[in-house]
Nanobody, 123 residues
Framework: QVHLVESGGRLVQAGGSLRLSCAAS????????MGWFRQAPGKVREFVAA????????YHGDSVKGRFTISRDNAQNTGYLQMNSLKPEDTAIYYC????????????????WGQGTQVTVSS
């Protein structure tokens, strides 16, 4: 079992930056990939970014490519999502996910999820 806790979400103006954190605990000795997803009111969950257990490979969704960067610090068991050039359409609850056997864009394949952190971007 991996327990995930997100933090860092808040209200920010368009064009601003935020860094979200995802602290993992529990079965962290086994390698796990991490992903970030988001869900805006009335919309389906959207893939944002994913990173392998080693951190050597990453993948970003088209809507955030070039603006957001996923990273991780395995010594701290923490994942990050650096968000730059934020837009009002980035407003959503952002969720961290993890899985020992899956790395990809399909949220249904991740076993572990955090509770989410709200990001609101004002115009």
């Amino acid at each position: 079992q991996v327990h995930l806790v997100e933090s860092g979400g808040r209200l920010v103006q368009a064009g601003g930056s935020l860094r979200l954190s995802c602290a993992a605990s529990g079965r962290t000795s086994d390698t796990y990939a991490m992903g970030w997803f988001r869900q805006a009111p009335g919309k389906v969950r959207e893939f944002v970014a994913a990173i392998t257990g080693s951190g050597k490979s990453t993948y970003h969704g088209d809507s955030v490519k070039g603006r957001f960067t996923i990273s991780r610090d395995n010594a701290q068991n923490t994942g990050y999502l650096q968000m730059n050039s934020l837009k009002p359409e980035d407003t959503a609850i952002y969720y961290c996910a993890a899985d020992h056997n899956y790395y990809g864009t399909n949220g249904d394949q991740y076993h572990y999820w955090g509770q989410g952190t709200q990001v609101t971007v004002s115009s």
